[in-house]
């Protein structure tokens, strides 16, 4: 599956030029009747070089508005396969695509958009081991990546190797963004020293995103991108600009570089690359199922005692929003509830908590058996189980 | 003093979902704790066991950052607007 690291899966044809052709002076020219573009401008574009990690939400207005610009080379990164529920914001694949390589659909999509640059697909995901040799040959890397590990992975490549990152990231309907690593201003560890401890902040499959956020957040690191090449403007250097679409309001705050910054400050203690999982307190790929001494049933299981006439209280601590997507008849009690309604639950029957895939029943469970608890059991693999082993018309989400 | 103090998106289930708090307080320090003390669910996301703010938690006085201020004892006056800015790192 994966490319040889640091090797392009296309050939590396039409090399940056110094002048445009004729079909590039047609294809350019908004850009170049506009004097802070011009013809100077388009030519830095032309040879300017620039890596994208991830080619999913954030990837997508990136990857397209990049490629449309006329960027020279843009590098791709990504190791994941197009799924359904991505189609809701990752605007660069289609229908069709699902089940493709990311890397081959967003590659195909790009070179079709702008067939006189030269894409560079790496089918491969960022490690400590592979950043350096994969960002050497770039002039900008843009952040396009949704977990803190690879987040801290790409400031650190950045600022060893002094090269300027792009950064947005978002949050339901919440995105940050600011340029790190640039000569002389902050980076992603000057802003956020420690990654928060696994589990603690949601991840958008788990707290969901507004769809066209990422494209917004997407588009304004992709502005910031051209701005930087062509050397014009105020660069978002030094200033985090919040963007909340809720309310449709921009809001930004200073950013100031840390001289005791442990990667970029007067005295680095981080003079290479790490293990990021470990920093973030992850082990393995995944993040660990939390560890719980609360008995767990399957679906079909619970599926035979429940038709067996057991008498079984069915927890579901999702939301209520969850719930109205499907449910399996539980009775609603959302686990940031459940301290306070706890008094609602008899410990005399049998409980068997569940949520979407697990991971919040188990908490939930876990939280009972501490409570004084003692028929308490976490349905394995949530709803989402349920859905594959015992009632495939419960809709997955 | 009464000030305002932005709660973010992902610490809002834990703030009676809103989007900000009115509070009296002199201090950063004393409105995160007249915070947490009218939501305590808050207090785990916000300091660590020894009571330390968190290192993936920033709080701003207007736009600056309290770390380059008088960190918790950065006086507020009426009409300033405190921000919790966690890290958030979502993209796909």
Known sequence: MATKIGIPIAPQTNKPGVSLSKQEVLRYSRHLIMPEVGMEGQLKLKRAKVLCIGTGGLGAPLGLYLAAAGVGRLGLVDFDVVDFTNLQRQVLFGTTDVGRPKIEAAADHLRNLNPEIQIDAYETRLTSENALDLFKDYDIIVDGTD???????????????????????IFRFEGQITIFGAPGGPCYRCLYPEPPPPGL??????????????????????????????????????????????????RELKLR?????????????????????????????????????????TPRELKARLDRGDDLYILDVREPH?????NIGGHLMPLGELSRRVHELDSSREIVAHCRSGKRSADAAEFLRKAGFRKIWNL?????????????????Y | MPVKVMIPTPLRAYAGKQESVQLQAATVGEALSELTGQFAELRKHLFSDDGRLRSFVNVYVNDEDIR???????????????SIVPSIAGGA
């Open chain 1, 380 to 396: 394995k693999g949530g709803i989402l189980a349920w859905s594959d082993e015992v009632d495939p018309s419960v809709p997955k």
């Open chain 1, 201 to 250: 902040v949601p991840s958008c499959a788990e707290g969901g995103v507004l769809g066209v956020l990422p494209g917004i957040v997407g588009t304004i690191q992709a502005a910031e991108t051209l701005k930087l090449i062509i050397g014009k403007g105020d660069a978002l250097i030094g200033r985090l600009l919040l963007f909340d679409a809720l309310g449709m309001k921009f």
């Open chain 1, 257 to 297: 570089k840390n001289p005791e910054c442990p990667v970029c400050g007067d005295h680095p203690t981080v003079t290479k690359l790490i293990d990021y999982a470990e920093f973030c307190g992850i082990r393995g790929e995944e993040a660990p199922a939390a560890p719980t001494s609360v008995p767990e049933m």
């Open chain 1, 147 to 169: 977990n803190f590990p690879t987040r801290y992975l790409v400031n650190d490549a950045c600022v060893l190797l002094g090269k300027p990152n792009v950064y947005g990231s």
């Open chain 2, 68 to 82: 380059y201020l008088q960190r918790d004892k950065t006086p507020v006056r009426e009409g300033d607007v405190v």
């Open chain 1, 322 to 326: 969850e719930y109205e997507i499907c």
